[in-house]
């Protein structure tokens, strides 16, 4: 069993991360960490399973984030920290050889991502398994969507992404000092838009098809979330089939989250709880399949599936750091051909 240290004391660390890692075969929380005394010590006392070491910064005089990093017995650490502020850690962590498991987004930009991926795999072999979170690769309705994908078959014809809601000033994600203020691009397109990228990619990807170009329009409906908390979008794969991707943080009267994938042998739309297949039965008639699934944020089965890598000593290839540099790259390019008028954008991934 690895002995993992959980570092960053925001809503999502508490309410998932801890759960889930108190809930793994293969993990065992022994320590966690945050920039303050209090907000560390409120993690720790949210364990249920475990009475975790406490680690912070602030006041001075306590045990830092090294004195964790320099414990022989830490296996792994998962860092649920500011989009900022995680890069930095991330190296530190794995120069320290430990694994980790870090939040998504895998940085600010691709440029970011892509520097990254390029110092760890500088690192020397042997060296420790770092992988990014992607809890929507795990939940269970959107595997059993993919699976039914690749059962259809056929060439894709089209497919559309399509998220609304609308961030209330009493949102708890929201109300972090970070996101109010973001210092990154896309402010919640950035920080949850990797999310339905990574579900509609998944989608694609059971039938080998990936995005590679696309062009959009941006807007900013709130103004409490900037820079845009709206963009809808045309884009195409690498065979030509065209599709939408409309991501919006600012609309108040239309809500839902859909991925739908149509092919010339039937189709497939997936909800976070539903899974619908239409295609031709024997009799040359349509049929509608539906399958109903409660709620799962994926978050537990990610955890799970990173402690039995640590264990095997294998990188779960869902969790790899270039999967996660592909989702960033698809909602930049977003971002910026929104910015500039619905440039077209190719992508390299």
Request: include cysteine; charge should be negative.
């Amino acid at each position: 069993m690895a002995r993992i240290a959980l570092l960053g004391a925001g809503i999502f660390a508490k309410e998932e991360h801890l759960p889930a890692i108190e809930a793994s075969e293969d993990l065992q929380l022994v320590a966690v960490y945050s920039r303050s005394q209090k907000s560390a010590e409120s993690l720790a006392a949210a364990a249920t399973k475990s009475k975790p070491d406490v680690y912070y910064d602030s006041p001075a005089g306590g045990r830092t984030l090294d004195d964790l990093l320099a414990r022989s017995d830490v296996d792994a650490v998962a860092v649920c920290l500011p989009i900022l502020n995680q890069p930095a850690v991330v190296r530190k962590a794995l120069a320290a050889g430990k694994h980790v498991l870090s939040e998504k987004p895998i940085a600010a930009d691709v440029a970011g991502a892509k520097a990254l991926i390029a110092d760890y795999q500088k690192l020397k072999a042997p060296g420790p398994i770092w992988s990014v979170a992607e809890n929507f690769r795990f939940t269970h309705s959107l595997r059993v969507a993919a699976e039914r994908v690749r059962a259809v078959g056929g060439k894709v014809v089209t497919f559309h992404l399509k998220m609304y809601k609308l961030v209330a000033p009493d949102d708890k994600y929201f109300n972090t000092e970070w996101r109010k203020v973001p210092q990154y691009q896309g402010g919640f397109l950035l920080d949850g838009g990797v999310h339905f990228v990574a579900a509609l990619r998944l989608l694609l990807g059971a039938l080998d098809e990936h995005v590679q170009r696309l062009a959009g329009f941006s807007n900013l409906l709130v103004e409490a979330l900037p820079p845009v908390d709206t963009v809808h979008a045309v884009a195409a794969t690498q065979t030509g089939a065209a599709g939408t991707v409309c991501i919006s943080f600012g609309t108040e009267f239309k809500s839902g989250l859909e991925v739908e994938i149509v092919t010339t042998n039937g189709a497939v739309v997936w909800t976070q709880t539903e899974v619908t297949v239409v295609r031709k039965g024997k009799d040359g008639a349509k049929t509608v399949e539906k399958e109903n699934f409660e709620y799962d944020s994926g978050v537990t089965p990610e955890f799970a599936a990173f402690g039995k890598s640590l264990k095997a000593g294998v990188a779960n290839p869902l969790l790899s750091p270039e999967e996660a540099l592909k989702d960033i790259e698809i909602v930049q390019g977003l971002l910026e051909s929104g910015e500039a008028g619905a440039q077209l954008k190719t992508l390299t991934g």
